[in-house]
């Protein structure tokens, strides 16, 4: 087996753990996060899953692989946020301090 071989198999694990994760999350979420909707990132990352396993042409899973790692890098995180109840990531602030906001808790 190439090398070819094993980057299309990374990139097309890559794509279906997106999906997946996507498919999990709830709608409102993704609106809640200030995102594109559900079903906008269930399309595009089932057709780039589509197109990794039945054309794998290098020009087709390069931009297959830029809409995985957008979802991943942008949107992920924040639908995560909001599902968890953090409005901004993990309860921190960029005014907290070791022992508490800075700004007095105003």
């Not at 997946?20 to 996060?33: C, M, S, T, Y």
């Not at 949107?75 to 007095?104: L, M």
């Amino acid at each position: 087996m190439s090398l070819w071989f094993y980057l299309f198999l990374a990139l097309l694990v890559l794509s279906v753990y997106a999906l997946v994760h996507a498919a999990l999350q709830r709608e409102d979420a993704f609106r809640a996060a200030d995102k594109q909707t559900k079903p906008f990132w269930l399309v595009i990352l089932g057709v780039t899953v589509a197109v990794q396993l039945a054309i794998p042409m290098l020009l087709l899973v390069l931009a297959g692989t830029v809409a995985t790692i957008v979802y991943l890098v942008d949107v992920k995180p924040a639908v995560t946020s909001v599902t968890r109840g953090g409005g901004h990531g993990g309860g921190w602030s960029s005014s907290d301090g070791p022992y508490g906001p800075y700004n007095g808790n105003r």
